[in-house]
């Protein structure tokens, strides 16, 4: 079977760093990808990790541990903007991506 | 570059009504996919297409909905008749070479916010 893990909601300050766990199970994967949503908007890529290790891309980063079904998206010096959900879509057997209910991050001045 | 465009943005109409979004994914994408999104149920893949065809429409809630893709440029989902809880919204998305670079992103449309009364 197949299961993903993300906290339902996080809450951070502004200009703090904030760390997205995702731990997932899927028959079959080829890597694990990340998008933000904003209320009222489109799911938009942020990042997508094949093997172990941090991918960094400006001020967002994305680590994978594949070996403990395991990743996290990270976000430093936080802005308002950065208010969205934020998926992590590990991509399965038949190459597609499995959605969970994302992690609604709350950005307090 | 334009990106994914669909139509309509919003779309309120009543039950038992049929109902035709609309897609036009990024010139040289294989893959388009349709995706329904709630509150309840998140986000969930109905079907997608590669080259055109259908490969899995597994997600398709049930034989009230439909969707075709006649050439590379243009993709339909249509419901009929439709019902309340049909009312979400709608994204398309597309993508190249998934099966070539796994890592290729989805990039999907502004979606379409259905409403059925």
């Known amino acids: 079977g197949q299961s993903l893990e993300q906290p339902s909601e996080v809450t951070a300050v502004e200009g703090a760093i904030v760390q997205i766990n995702c731990t997932y199970q899927?028959?079959?994967?080829?890597?694990l990808s990340w998008y933000q949503q904003h209320d009222g908007g489109a799911p938009t890529f942020l990042s997508y990790n094949a093997l172990d290790g941090l991918e960094e891309t400006g001020r967002f980063s994305s680590f994978l541990s594949r070996s403990d079904s395991y990743g996290y998206l990270l976000l430093q010096e936080l802005q308002m903007k950065d208010s969205a959900s934020y998926f992590c879509a590990p991509r399965g057997s038949n190459y597609q991506l499995i959605w969970g209910a994302g992690t609604k991050l709350i950005i307090k001045p | 570059d334009a990106g994914v465009i669909q139509s309509p943005r919003h779309e309120v109409t009543e039950m038992g009504q049929e109902v035709t979004l609309r897609c036009k994914p990024i010139?040289?994408?294989?893959?388009l996919f349709w995706y329904r999104q709630t509150m309840m149920r998140g986000l969930e893949l109905l079907i997608y297409f590669n080259n055109n065809v259908p490969i899995d429409d597994s997600g398709m809630p049930e034989d009230r909905f439909s969707a075709k893709m006649p050439n590379a440029s243009f993709s339909t989902l249509k419901i009929q008749p439709s019902e309340p809880r049909d009312s979400a919204v709608y994204f398309c998305?597309?993508?190249?070479?998934?099966?070539?670079?796994?890592?290729?992103?989805?990039?999907f449309g502004d979606g379409t916010r259905l409403s059925i009364l």
């Open positions: 899927t028959s079959g994967f080829y890597g």
């Open positions: 010139s040289g994408h294989d893959y």
């Open positions: 998305a597309s993508s190249m070479g998934q099966g070539v670079a796994p890592g290729q992103p989805q990039h």
